[in-house]
């Protein structure tokens, strides 16, 4: 099987200057989903005819295993599968599918292939209280399949059809070819129909065949804005339950996006508001608190992050404790049993097993030890206005509140920094380091009073 995705379309009700198939659904490009889905189905080669946007679709989304066929300009759906069709080798079967529409489920699909089997043309169609603007699908007194009509070329008896054609369909090569050569643009639109090749092949003698999509969101097009956001929602919608029956608790499946894949072991608890993005592993017992940020993050088992947190590239060990208001930048490895607390921010750093910074720190660049106890508004200074420097903090240190580590800087074993120190040379280890001006009291000072004019 063939699989030939058409997306040379142009979407001008997108009002937007990134082309259409471009546009990200649940992150991702419309036309990646389709190829996603494609890849599944083990297509033996996947052509894309593109055009509207030109090389800019090429570029988002080139990869060895597609094949571009570029249409310029766009005559119709027949014509923009007939620039497919050098790539494409006779006695396989070709599987039409559109770039604008991201959720067809791969089931489906293999459904459709599976009744066109044996040379048959197969049409996904549904049944639509609303069929306006789609293709009708017309058949004769014994319910067989004659022809496709699209909603201009309609009769109003055509018009009054249910099942209409969803664009998506499988037929043989070798025929496809033959019949595309035969199909005019005589039509209310001047182009050249794919749907035309239906009542070819009924001339032909070609058993016309149809299948259903199990979901009416399958086969849904994007064209605006509007319902690119509704198939969004539908997309989360989906993966919330996926996540449910999986046994996550979703605290409310309306309130959480998936944009990419969020892997969850046993009894992981997410609150509402967070989003996932690239791969997320949460482990069993994970709790994620509400409103919650993580891209491409590993989080070990029992650890929990509290609500406001924004974590990307980082991993938490487990039974670690983040947050509220923390934020893991990428390259932050955490040990388990590490807490992170409010206004903490983390970037490039490993902090081993027990580790602490509670509130209000920047640890950037920085290897910290066992047992440590980060204190309240410290800072590595891991930046010199032209390079950075990594800050070393051995095993049991303690680092009293509003501290400054010049680095490159090592502090060493069990050593103990008093509060306000800004540290500029290493600090030994098992002893107090401080920095800091001696307290002085003076005697018989007295405030100033305002002078009266
Ligand atoms: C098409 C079908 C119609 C069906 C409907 C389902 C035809 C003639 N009509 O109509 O029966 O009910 O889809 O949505 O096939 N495209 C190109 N090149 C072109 C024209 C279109 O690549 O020259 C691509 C578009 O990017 C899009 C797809 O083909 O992904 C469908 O095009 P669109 O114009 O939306 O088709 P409709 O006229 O709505
Ligand atoms: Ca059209």
């Known amino acids: 099987m063939e699989v030939v995705i058409l997306a040379a379309g142009q979407g001008k009700r997108m009002c937007s200057d990134l082309p259409k198939v471009l546009q990200p659904l649940a992150g991702k490009p419309l036309l990646g989903h389709v190829l996603t889905t494609a890849r599944q189905l083990e297509a033996k080669r996947i052509c894309v005819v593109y055009g509207h946007g030109g090389e800019t679709v090429r570029e988002a989304l080139a990869a060895d295993d597609i094949q571009w066929a570029k249409q310029e300009p766009q005559l119709g759906t027949g014509h923009a599968v007939q620039q497919a069709l050098p790539l494409l080798a006779d006695g396989d079967t070709a599987l039409v599918l559109y770039g604008d529409v991201p959720l067809t489920r791969v089931q489906t699909l293999s459904a459709l292939v599976a009744a066109g089997s044996g040379g048959k043309l197969a049409l996904l ?48 090569v070798a025929r496809l070819r033959d019949w595309l050569a035969r199909v005019g643009n005589d039509n209310a639109q001047k182009e050249y129909y794919l749907t035309d090749i239906v009542a070819l092949a009924v001339a032909d003698g070609v058993e016309v065949v149809t299948a259903h999509p199990v979901a009416h969101w399958e086969t849904l097009g994007v ?17 919330a339950e996926r996540l449910l029956e999986a046994g996550v ?21 997410i609150d509402v508001n967070c989003v996932f993005e690239g791969k997320v592993m949460l482990a069993d017992g994970v709790r994620i608190g509400a409103n919650c940020v993580l891209k491409n ?8 992050i509290a609500p406001f947190c924004h974590l ?5 060990g487990a039974a670690s404790k983040i947050g509220p208001y923390a934020r893991l930048r990428p390259g932050t490895v955490l040990g388990e049993d590490v807490h ?30 066992s047992r440590v106890n980060v204190g309240a ?8 206005g032209a390079n950075k420097f990594r800050t070393v903090i051995e095993d049991d240190v303690f680092i009293g509140s509003d501290t400054q580590l010049v680095a490159p800087v090592t502090v060493g074993r069990g050593a103990t ?10 600090a030994p280890p098992d002893t107090l380091t401080i920095s800091r001006a001696r307290q002085l009291t003076v005697p018989g000072w007295k405030r100033p009073v305002k002078i009266r004019k």
Do not use: M, W
């Not at 993050?297 to 929990?304: I, R, T």
């Not at 990307?312 to 938490?316: H, I, K, L, T, Y």
């Not at 508004?377 to 010199?384: A, L, P």
């Open 417 to 426: 920094l008093g509060a306000g120190t800004t540290l500029t040379k290493d």
């Open 312 to 316: 990307e590239d980082a991993e938490v």
């Open 223 to 239: 064209n605006s804005k509007v319902q690119l956001a509704q198939l969004e929602r539908v997309h989360q919608a989906e993966v």
């Open 377 to 384: 508004g410290t800072i590595t200074c891991n930046y010199d």
């Open 125 to 172: 169609t549904e049944f639509l209280d609303n069929p306006t603007g789609y293709g009708r699908i017309v058949r004769d007194g014994a319910g067989r399949v004659t022809r496709i009509v699209e909603q201009k070329d309609a009769t109003p008896e055509e018009l009054a059809i249910r099942e209409v054609n969803t664009g998506i369909l499988a037929v043989p």
């Open 249 to 269: 608790t979703v605290i409310d499946p309306a309130r959480i996006d998936v944009r990419g894949e969020l892997s969850c072991g046993r009894d992981v608890e």
């Open 340 to 369: 992170i607390g409010n206004f903490v921010e983390v970037k490039n750093s490993r902090i081993a097993a027990h580790s602490k910074a509670n509130h209000l720190a920047y640890l950037g660049d920085a290897d910290i030890g």
């Open 297 to 304: 993050v590993k989080v070990a088992a029992g650890a929990q």
